[in-house]
């Protein structure tokens, strides 16, 4: 992964993938396809592919420059044995992840924070902008109620401190790349108009509070609760 953070002619937020190849380096056309390929791997003890069965993981929708890229989120969230939790994070912000942990405990009744926490960016991209928020909680719920995000399911939005998604820029962007790689859904925060499905065909779930997306990954009775928690947060 080369990245500019000098650039006299253009912008220095711009990205460009490679792959060691017999010839040298060799231009990746696709990264989001590069950063997804494990994905598409099987289970070397059952055969069936394993995208969509293991909990823990969400695909991020994000921008890299001008870049749309999807990278997989992965997180393990295992009971403590010491006094502190500890946190492990690789290719993200460890205070926004704090952030994140308290918003989850604090507005949607969980007790994530008391765990430790280990948190990857698969493929060695980092990622910077809030926008991975979402997929980012969505990983640590699925790995608290052992419930996967289905695997044809993007994610991507910014939490605030209330529990509330905000919208991110380039919307438009991160939902064309998910629907040209085969993503048939996408949990986002809610746009203007309310599209529920975009001219690619793939289906806009609009999530305006963080535990709405509790609800869609708990077991049926802690849906409930959950319901009830989000009533009790957008109510005036």
Same mark, same amino acid.
């Given at each position: ?11 220095? $937020? ?15 056309? #696709? ?6 390929? /494990? ?30 890229? %999807?990278?997989?989120? &992965? ?21 926004? %992840?704090?952030?994140? !942990?308290?918003? @989850? $405990? ?13 948190? #990857?960016?698969?493929? =060695? ?27 044809? !399911?993007?994610?991507? =939005? ?22 040209? @790689? =085969?993503?048939? /859904? ?7 108009? *309310? ?20 609800? *869609? @990954?708990?077991?049926? *009775? ?6 009830? &928690?989000?009533?009790?947060? !957008?109510?005036?």
């Amino acid at each position: 992964i080369l990245r500019a953070v000098k650039n006299r002619f253009g912008a220095t $937020d711009e990205i460009g993938v490679f792959e060691m190849s017999d010839c040298g380096l060799v231009e990746v056309p #696709n990264p989001s396809a590069l950063f997804l390929a /494990e994905r598409s791997q099987p289970d070397p003890e059952t055969g069936e592919e394993m995208a969509g069965k293991t909990a823990g993981a969400a695909v991020f929708a994000g921008i890299e420059g001008t870049r749309p890229v %999807l990278v997989e989120v &992965q997180a393990l969230v295992a009971p403590s044995l010491l006094g502190t939790p500890r946190r492990a994070v690789v290719g993200w912000d460890a205070t926004r %992840l704090a952030m994140i !942990t308290a918003v @989850l $405990d604090a507005r949607c009744g969980l007790s994530v924070g008391a765990n430790d926490i280990y948190l #990857n960016i698969a493929g =060695g991209l980092r990622i910077v902008e809030p926008a991975a928020d979402l997929a980012v909680a969505a990983a640590l719920v699925s790995a608290l109620t052992e419930m996967p995000v289905p695997a044809e !399911t993007v994610v991507f =939005g910014e939490i605030g401190l209330s529990g509330r998604v905000r919208p991110v820029s380039h919307a438009d962007a991160r939902l064309k790349e998910a629907a040209k @790689l =085969g993503f048939a /859904e996408a949990w986002t925060p809610i746009r203007g108009g *309310r599209k529920t499905r975009t001219s690619e065909g793939l289906a806009v779930t609009p999530i305006s509070h963080l535990s709405e997306l509790v609800a *869609r @990954l708990s077991p049926p *009775r802690r849906r409930i609760a959950a319901g009830a &928690q989000q009533r009790l947060a !957008t109510a005036p």
